[in-house]
């Protein structure tokens, strides 16, 4: 077209018709496209041409433009003659862009082989492969490629459909994680699993040989054993139980060992038993069992709690320990005792005479030296007096005999005769006194000043360079607190515990004194006669405060 023979109005006019022609002629692809006209005329230089659609099923071409796949038509060298608007927007562009074009533009490196492959099979025959596209940015879409050739009038062409793949591929894959996650954590349960199992099994053993372990030692120590729960249902013994008692486990267990106990010891060993069960505290206590032989003898008792990490009581383990020999040994010592003092008693009442005889008989006569070798031998024969007595008490005691007279005693002036005589018998000792007046109570006067001495005679023995004794009283509620203290040696809390048994003596070999442990056996038998509390304050080191409770007479 020669532009400078036109007008600019022409030019216009021509540029409108030119416009016009393309609106008719996209108007016209359209309608080709959707199927609404099967043909078409068109003019051209050699005047108007009616052309008709030879696949111009509209059902079809509506179908395969609307659907959800990529479709293209190839000839030979792979030129696309024809695509729908999904190919070309998988391909990110304009749909007339892409007719022409060739489709290995849209084949990346890697899938080159593969799609020459399928090319080369699909003219051949209908087939199927997955490959990649690259769209004009590069960026891969799976797709998956159906290939059918097609007979048109121009020749036979090849119809591709391309699925694309991305959310199946991404379905795929998260499934893949999800599969790969799901057998992570079935191994890991798997292996939590055997290592639980692996626990149990060691704990299942670990408990099984500590079990095995406690039935072997307690089969084997000569004590019977037992284990009780908290609320004292005994649930095991061992087997020295039943072959002591001749009983079987149905008769024993729960609370059936009460049948086993001497009726007369059987309400102490309860008591006990139930405070320990409530306290928590060791329970210890004597009774006598019975034997298959229906014969009893003596055993000691002692069952310590078992408790979790919260201090709760699981269970407790007992044992009953045959002191029936001791018992009988302590009875013979006891009579033995009982015995010789008695015997000795007797050339000891002649020898104190003799010495008051030969003490008055003409005096003036006799020499100084005799004199003192009168005084030394009355201060070994008292000793040897007060040391008999005790044992005589003694005796009695176990004998249940320690019997005198009770009648009201002025303790206060009882205490300043006491002190009156320590303090001429223990010179060198400072002996403090804090005393009240008039303190009357019920008692025997012989028998506390023996409680009394002991305790100021102990003071004495135990104390070290400090050599003050304190003597006290403090009457409150109707009760009288008369205590001693010294600043000596002191007692530990064990110590403490068994001072008041029979025969216990400390053994410290830094203070080594003479003394057979009687002194405090006899005082508490006192005290506990008189209706009254005997007890020590002490510790190790720190001197000690003895003292005894009595009500007063009001
Ligand atoms: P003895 O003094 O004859 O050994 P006791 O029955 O009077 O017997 O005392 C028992 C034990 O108590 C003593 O052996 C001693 O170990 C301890 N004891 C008594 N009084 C005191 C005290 N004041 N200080 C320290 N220990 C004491």
């Known amino acids: 077209m020669e532009l400078a023979k036109y007008t600019y109005e022409e030019l216009l006019q021509q540029n409108e018709e030119l416009r016009i022609q393309l609106e008719e002629a996209n108007d016209t692809i359209d309608a080709i496209r959707n199927g609404q006209v099967d043909a078409l005329i068109v003019k051209d230089a050699d005047g108007h041409q009616l052309y008709t659609l030879k696949t ?46 060739n489709f290995a533009v849209f084949i990346p490196e890697i899938s080159v082989d593969k799609f020459n492959d399928l090319m080369d099979k699909g003219w051949e025959e209908d087939c199927k492969g997955e490959i990649l596209l690259a769209n004009k940015l590069g960026k891969l879409t799976p797709c998956q490629l159906s290939c059918t050739t097609l007979d048109l009038d121009e020749g036979t062409a090849l119809s591709l459909i391309l699925t694309d793949l991305t959310s199946q591929k991404e379905i795929e894959w998260e499934l893949k994680i999800k599969n790969e996650q799901l057998l992570a954590a079935q191994n890991a349960a798997v292996k939590l699993n055997n290592e639980l199992e692996d626990t149990v099994r060691a704990r299942t053993n670990d408990l099984l040989i500590s079990r095995e372990h406690f039935k072997l030692l307690a089969n084997n120590i000569p004590q019977m054993t037992w284990t009780n729960l908290p609320g004292g249902e005994v649930d095991f013994y061992n087997q020295q139980w039943y072959n002591y008692t001749g009983s079987r486990y149905a008769e ?42 229906n014969t009893y003898r003596w055993h000691l008792n002692r069952a310590v709690p078992l408790r979790d990490d919260s201090g709760a ?41 003799y010495l008051q005889l030969i003490s008055s008989y003409k005096k003036e006569e006799l020499p100084p030296v005799v004199k003192q070798y009168i005084g030394k031998a009355s201060v070994a024969v008292n000793k040897l007096q007060h040391l008999i007595n005790d044992l005589l008490d003694v005796s ?60 100021i005679n102990n003071a004495v023995k135990y104390s070290l360079a400090d050599k003050r004794i304190i003597l006290k009283t403090i009457v409150k509620n109707n009760l009288v607190r008369v205590s001693v203290t010294d600043f000596g040696i002191g007692l530990s809390a064990e110590q403490i515990d068994r001072i008041f048994e029979r025969f216990y003596r400390v053994e410290d070999k830094r203070h080594i ?35 005894f409770e009595l009500p007063v007479i009001a």
């Not at 008189?530 to 080191?541: A, R, T």
């Open 313 to 353: 009581i699981i269970f407790w383990v007992g044992t009953a320990t045959d002191i029936e020999d001791q018992k009988r040994e302590m009875d013979r010592k006891d009579e033995f005792i009982g015995v010789a003092s008695h015997e000795l008693k007797t050339p000891l009442t002649s020898l104190k005479g």
């Open 56 to 101: 111009a099923d509209q059902t079809y071409r509506v179908f395969i433009e609307k659907m959800n796949e990529g479709a293209v038509t190839l000839n030979k060298d792979n030129t696309i003659l024809y695509s729908n608007s999904r190919f070309a927007a998988m391909m990110g562009l304009p749909l007339e862009k892409v007719i022409g074009l």
């Open 252 to 293: 024993s267990v729960g609370w059936g060992w009460q049948h086993m106990i001497h009726p007369d010891d059987l309400p102490n060993t309860l008591d006990k038993y139930i405070e320990a069960l409530k306290t928590g505290n060791t329970f210890e206590v004597e009774n006598r069992y019975k034997r298959w032989d």
């Open 396 to 455: 009695k005691i176990q004998a249940g005999r320690l019997e005198y007279a009770m009648g009201e005693v002025n303790l206060s002036e009882l205490m300043m005769q006491v002190v009156e005589n320590s303090k001429h018998i223990y010179p060198s000792h400072e002996l403090e006194v804090q005393l009240q007046p008039n303190i009357f109570i019920t008692g025997n006067a012989e028998r506390l000043e023996q409680v009394l001495m002991n305790f």
């Open 513 to 547: 004194t003479s003394g057979l442990g009687m002194g405090l056996y006899i005082s508490d038998e006192i005290i506990s006669n008189h209706l009254g509390k005997i007890g020590v304050d002490s510790e190790l080191g720190n001197g000690a405060t003895f003292y």
